[in-house]
């Protein structure tokens, strides 16, 4: 198993910057797939980012792409989310999940975090 613990959140105003971060438990961090979801109030978990145990692949779903990167250290049991170029509509809680090594194709994930609030205002 997996604990996962999310910070970095905050209020920033439209055009900053954030770096969410998710610490991991466990000796095995690194044969885990990470991702990132957000979940705004009103609307369903959307997918932000993902990265492969071994950190050499990453994916971005839409509301990402060039403006939010994914990274991680397996050293420290660490995953990063830079986020750039914020805007009101990136407001929402920020998930920092942990899945086997499949889990970044599927899309799937088996250990979630508590989440860190982000939001921008206009």
């Known amino acids: 198993q997996v604990q996962l613990v999310e910070s970095g959140g905050g209020l920033v105003q439209a055009g900053g910057s954030l770096r969410l971060s998710c610490a991991a438990s466990g000796r095995t961090f690194s044969s885990y797939d990470m991702g990132w979801f957000r979940q705004a109030p009103g609307k369903e978990r959307e997918f932000a980012a993902a990265i492969r145990w071994s950190g050499n692949s990453t994916l971005y779903g839409a509301c990402a792409k060039g403006r939010f990167t994914i990274s991680r250290d397996n050293a420290k049991n660490m995953v990063y989310l830079q986020m750039n170029s914020l805007k009101p509509e990136d407001t929402a809680v920020y998930y920092c999940?942990?899945?086997?090594?499949?889990?970044?194709?599927?899309?799937?994930?088996?250990?979630w975090g508590q989440g860190t609030q982000v939001t921008v205002s206009s």
């Open positions: 999940a942990a899945g086997d090594r499949g889990s970044f194709y599927r899309g799937q994930y088996d250990y």
